[in-house]
């Protein structure tokens, strides 16, 4: 677990542009399962690929005209039983920080993981999640 001072700047980051930051289980419980349309939900963490791709990419990328009804986030290490129950939503694939998932009426229809996301872009993430929002939103 990292101490939450270090990381309110990462989470910030997220939630300064809208993203609600979920930080128990029942609150993820309740966005994934009572949002109707799409809901973005970045696993965010303090490595350095969530810092330079996956916050960023996931910020371009809901400037998209077509876009998910509602952002949240959860930081892996720091809020742990909200990111335990997030990965469970995130089922089949294993779990990975940072990792961004776009559901539809509650169920997981795009997934990019940590390797998708490391060594690319932040525009390449963008990129991906737009063609996500523009077949899904």
């Known amino acids: 677990m990292y101490p939450v001072e270090l990381t309110i700047p990462m989470s910030r980051d997220l939630t300064d542009?809208?993203?609600?930051s979920l930080k128990n289980d029942q609150e993820v419980i309740d966005a994934i399962e009572n949002t109707s349309g799409t809901l973005l939900l970045v696993v965010n963490s303090v490595c350095g690929?969530?810092?330079a791709n996956a916050r960023p990419g996931a910020k371009m990328a809901i400037r998209n005209e077509k876009h998910p009804s509602r952002?949240?986030?959860v930081f892996a290490g720091v809020d742990r039983s909200a990111t335990d129950?997030?990965?469970e939503y995130l089922?089949?694939?294993p779990p990975s920080s940072p990792a961004i998932g776009l559901f539809k009426d509650g169920k997981l229809v795009h997934m990019l993981e940590r390797h998708q996301i490391e060594g690319r872009s932040a525009q390449m993430i963008?990129?991906?999640?737009?063609?996500?929002?523009d077949h899904h939103c």
């Open 71 to 73: 952002c949240v986030t």
């Open 126 to 133: 963008a990129d991906n999640l737009v063609q996500a929002f």
């Open 17 to 20: 542009f809208g993203f609600e």
């Open 49 to 51: 690929c969530a810092a």
């Open 85 to 87: 129950k997030a990965r």
């Open 91 to 93: 089922l089949p694939y």
